[in-house]
């Protein structure tokens, strides 16, 4: 670990009564940005690890910071504030040796600032401080990523976003995060134009559009990465995850976190929707892709005229993601991909059910030439209301 350095001190045996106490005393310095040795120290930012050697309910850790800077931490601190300080403390061991934990610090009022216009916005570049590469990298990427990511995704771009923010926190938690709270992207120093492009697509494709979490990831992720390749770019999209693993989940039930992220239920999710949503569309040409994107992104019914809202409009869910896929792509896959990384066996069962009400429905189209069938039948489908479409085609 190139973090770390070990120092050791020796000493004769201790006789019974004796003791012997060793103070050590060091300093972190830090790396330069995107070294192999993450630990960085700066004005205003910190990120190391805390570490402590000792039996269970023996050893502690804690880290003092400045109340004015932000914590995070991939251990469990409790804090206490005391003046213009808080003391983050661990006490439970992390593993057989005693405790370790990755952890960050920032001052948000200790950055550099530059402004990017596009259109009638304004994003303000937040960077560490003297990172002037990260500054010129996002930059130069929001002014000629974000009219590629209208193209793709078909909507103008509709804000939201105030501010791109780069901070030492996402290598610590892993991953970067877009703040709707407070309209800001999230970064860490690594010049990742995927990323970058993953999160400004949050602004169009977010819960506001998209309910399940699986799909906003997965779909930002596909349009991350047409970004990058029009760009001329190359990314790797993540690897396909084991289906089998301890961490594995049906889509469906991966949630926003309430509490602290369980980093690895999150490593396996996001994976697995960049590769599910990748199965379901990623292969389409960029006028199918993007007409289906744009139906996601109104909440058109896959069973109304393409372009119309007038009637079963609806947030789009994976239900009705399924329908948009199979009528408006032709993916004949669509549901085999669902079964095998979105749904559980409950769903499953609905799905045999929709099965069947999909064929009856595809003959009554077929019967009524160029006519929609009845907007009846059309709702019932819609909402997966399959008893109901039947009693309808009665």
Do not use: C
């Not at 770019?233 to 602290?260: H, I, M, V, Y």
């Amino acid at each position: 670990d190139p973090s770390t350095a070990i120092a050791v001190a020796s000493f004769r045996p201790l006789d019974y009564g004796q003791s012997r106490t060793i103070e050590w005393s060091y300093t972190i310095p830090g790396a330069p940005f995107r070294a192999a040795d993450w630990t960085r120290v700066g004005p205003g930012f910190a990120t190391f690890a805390a570490q402590g050697v000792g039996d269970p309910g023996k050893v502690g850790v804690a880290v003092v910071v400045p109340a004015s800077m932000t914590f995070h931490s991939t251990g469990s601190f409790a804090q206490r504030r005391e003046g213009d300080a808080v003391t983050y403390t661990a006490t439970e061991n992390t593993d057989e040796y005693g405790i370790w934990a990755a952890v960050s610090a920032r001052d948000p009022e200790r950055a550099d600032e530059r402004a990017v216009e596009f259109g009638d916005s304004t994003l303000q570049l937040v960077s560490l401080p003297g990172d002037t590469a990260w500054t010129d990298f996002a930059s130069e990427r929001v002014t000629a990523g974000l009219p590629v990511l209208e193209d793709i995704i078909g909507v103008p771009w509709p804000g939201g976003v105030d501010k791109i923010r780069e901070d030492v926190s996402p290598q610590v938690l892993g991953q970067a995060w877009f703040d709707h709270t407070a309209d800001e992207i999230v970064v860490a120093e690594d010049l990742d134009e995927a990323t970058l492009f993953h999160e400004l697509t949050h602004a169009w494709l977010n819960p506001d559009r998209l309910q399940e979490r699986w799909l906003y990831e997965g779909l930002t992720e596909v349009v991350a990465y047409r970004a990058v390749k029009a760009l001329g770019g190359t990314s790797e999209p993540r690897p396909e995850p084991d289906r089998a693993a301890p961490s594995a989940l049906a889509l469906n039930a991966w949630n926003e976190p309430t509490g602290k992220p369980d980093a690895a239920v999150d490593d396996y999710a996001y994976a697995a929707a960049s590769n599910a949503v990748g199965q379901l569309v990623g292969g389409l040409g960029d006028d199918t892709f993007t007409a289906l994107v744009v139906a996601a992104y109104a909440g058109e019914s896959a069973y109304e005229l393409v372009g119309s809202v007038e009637e079963n409009r609806g947030l789009t869910d994976w239900q009705r993601f399924l329908d948009l896929v199979e009528v408006r792509t032709g993916n004949a896959d669509a549901a085999q991909v669902y079964r095998t990384w979105v749904i559980d066996a409950a769903q499953a069962a609905l799905l045999d059910e929709r099965a069947t009400a999909r064929r009856v429905y595809t003959d009554v189209d077929a019967a009524d030439a160029d006519w929609l069938p009845p907007l009846g039948l059309r709702s019932a489908m819609t909402n997966w209301e399959f008893a109901g479409a039947g009693d309808v085609v009665a």
